[in-house]
Structure formats: structure tokens, C-alpha cells
């Protein structure tokens, strides 16, 4: 995965960022298809505030903080309408979540900032080339897994943006996602209905981090998490899906650890720390840029 992280790009916001993570290349496959296997995700956020309330508001001693996530009409595959629905509005939910333990709310008080993220291009839970609907992923099931990278996509930029606007926070949040993935063994009879294979083997388990839908035969199990690395903290933790136990399938390379809520956990945490690399740079990029244009000023 190439993560590209940008802030300042709307002048007319307090803080704005745009985050964009497309699947690496891949030159030496063929692929029979003109559409992507697995498509990038796009995604601009811009904070409006800290700015004071009504004065019909009652006083409030902390920020009162509103997120706000809407996919575009071309987003994904099937057009999206100009209301949000249920999903986008569960997405803002839980972006609130993992940002509300950040904020240093008590230094605004009787306060208000909007965080608004539009997705430009979203995951699916299905290949383009394949027809919608079927299946465990399919994309007019109710898998959903995509959401899930849309979340933690959320979360980054969301992130990147409210640095920007230059409000107080305990730290960097960074969003990550893992999954647990079925391999079909390739000695798997076609129109087997069960997981054992001719030879005696079952289907394997893999976790993956940073998981495309249309990649990957069947997601069992996934993770979000937003993760501050500084302080060790979650602020957002997000779990779908069923881990199956270690009798049903065989594990790679004997790795028998990998079946269990926690270590799903930690590997989100893992790819979350990966990803505020990335954040950490582009918000240190755009403080230098700035500081370095208000000395030109002065001068």
C-alpha cells in the first residue's frame, strides 16, 4: 500500500488534510480486465472552528465536537445519494469516538469545531470485475469490511486536519486496521462444501494488515483501532466478525497465536503505528512550511 498524506489544501478552513492510500503495483501481472482489482481510497477533511456557540446555546466548560462523513454520488461502484445514510452516519460516530479522546476540550470552552470528511473514492468488499451481490464480500451483501479501512482512513486524516487548524490535542491519532483472512488450499476440491482438502489439509488462516476485500478469498474476522503511540492509548476500537477456533483450521508456518481477539488487536495497532509515521512527517512538513513563510513575513 502507497499512503500519500497532505495538509493545506482548502485555504478557506481552519485545518484541512487529504489522505490517499492506493494498492502497489504490481508490473509483472497481467491483468485480463481494464478496472483495478482492488481499489484506492480518497479521502479530504476540513475542521471549521474552535468558534463560540449561539448565545441561545446553554454554556458547555468543554468543545462541543461534531464530525461529519459523506461518501460522493461516485465514491464506489453504486451510486451513492446526497443523504447520508445509516452507514455514513455509524462512521461518524465512531470518527467522533477516537477524536474526542483526543481533543483538549476544557481549552475552549462553550466552543464548537466541525470535522468534515468526504470520501471521494471508497473500498469495496467486492473486485469491480466481478458481478455485485453473493457471497461473504460481495458488495450487495452485508459484509461491509470496507468500511472498516474507510474508518481508519478517517481517523489519519481526520487527525492530520485538526493539527492543522492548530487545536491542542495529547496526541497524534492514527487510525489501523488487521483482518483475518481464509487461504483456500489449492488441492481443495472445486465443489467441496467442507474445509477439508483431498489430501487431509484444511483451509488456513492469515492476518493481514491494511486488508483489500477484493483480494483476499473470504475475511473472517476484522479490527479498527485508533491508536495515540506516544501514550499507548486507544481511543477507538472497532471489531466485526467471528475468529473461528484453532480445530477448525490449520495455521500457517504453526502459528497458533494468530485465532485470538487479542493478537487481532495488536496487529492493528501495529499497521496504526505504521501509518503515524506518515502522519508525524506530514504534520512536522507543514509546521516547518509554515513557520518558515511567518519569518519570511516578518522580515
Given at each position: 500500500m502507497l499512503l500519500v498524506l497532505k495538509t493545506g489544501l482548502t485555504p478557506s478552513a481552519s485545518g484541512s488534510a487529504y489522505l490517499e492510500l492506493s494498492p502497489s503495483t504490481n508490473t509483472t501481472e497481467i491483468c485480463a480486465s481494464l478496472a483495478p482489482s482492488s481499489?484506492?481510497?480518497?479521502?479530504?477533511?476540513?475542521?471549521?472552528?474552535?468558534?463560540?456557540?449561539?448565545?441561545?446555546?446553554?454554556?458547555?466548560?468543554?468543545?462541543?465536537?461534531?464530525?461529519?462523513?459523506?461518501?460522493?454520488?461516485?465514491?464506489?461502484?453504486?451510486r451513492r445519494g446526497y443523504i447520508r445514510d445509516a452507514s455514513e452516519r455509524d462512521l461518524a460516530v465512531h470518527l467522533e469516538t477516537a477524536l474526542r479522546g483526543v481533543i483538549i476540550g476544557d481549552r475552549w470552552p462553550k466552543s464548537g469545531v466541525d470535522v468534515v470528511i468526504t470520501v471521494l473514492e471508497g473500498e469495496e468488499d467486492r473486485w469491480w470485475g466481478e458481478e455485485s451481490g453473493g457471497g461473504t464480500t460481495g458488495v450487495g451483501s452485508v459484509g461491509g469490511w470496507?468500511?472498516?479501512?474507510?474508518?481508519?482512513?478517517?481517523?489519519?486524516?481526520?487527525?492530520?486536519?485538526?493539527?492543522?487548524?492548530?487545536?491542542?490535542?495529547?496526541?497524534?491519532?492514527?487510525?489501523?486496521?488487521?483482518?483475518?483472512v481464509k487461504i483456500q488450499n489449492p488441492h481443495k476440491p472445486p465443489d467441496g462444501d467442507t474445509d477439508m482438502t483431498e489430501d487431509g489439509q484444511k483451509d488456513q488462516l492469515q492476518l493481514v494488515l491494511d486488508p483489500a476485500p477484493p483480494e483476499h478469498q473470504e475475511i473472517l474476522a476484522a479490527c479498527v483501532v485508533g491508536y495515540l503511540s506516544a501514550r499507548d492509548e486507544i481511543t477507538e476500537l472497532w471489531f466485526k466478525g467471528n475468529i473461528p477456533g484453532s480445530a477448525d483450521?490449520?495455521?500457517?508456518?504453526?502459528?497458533?497465536?494468530?485465532?485470538?481477539?487479542?493478537?487481532?488487536?495488536?496487529?492493528?495497532?501495529?499497521?496504526?503505528?505504521?501509518?503515524?509515521?506518515?502522519?508525524?512527517?506530514?504534520?512536522?512538513?507543514?509546521?516547518?512550511?509554515?513557520?518558515?513563510?511567518?519569518?519570511?513575513?516578518?522580515?
Open positions: 481499489p484506492a481510497l480518497k479521502l479530504t477533511c476540513t475542521v471549521h472552528g474552535p468558534r463560540p456557540l449561539p448565545r441561545s446555546a446553554p454554556f458547555t466548560p468543554q468543545i462541543q465536537l461534531s464530525t461529519h462523513i459523506k461518501f460522493a454520488s461516485f465514491a464506489a461502484r453504486q470496507g468500511m472498516m479501512n474507510v474508518l481508519a482512513g478517517c481517523i489519519t486524516v481526520a487527525s492530520a486536519a485538526i493539527a492543522d487548524a492548530g487545536i491542542d490535542c495529547l496526541d497524534l491519532v492514527s487510525g489501523g486496521v488487521a483482518a483475518i483450521f490449520s495455521i500457517p508456518d504453526g502459528r497458533s497465536q494468530i485465532a485470538g481477539v487479542g493478537s487481532l488487536v495488536d496487529k492493528a495497532v501495529e499497521a496504526a503505528t505504521a501509518v503515524r509515521l506518515v502522519l508525524g512527517e506530514a504534520v512536522r512538513e507543514a509546521a516547518e512550511l509554515r513557520v518558515g513563510q511567518s519569518t519570511r513575513d516578518k522580515e
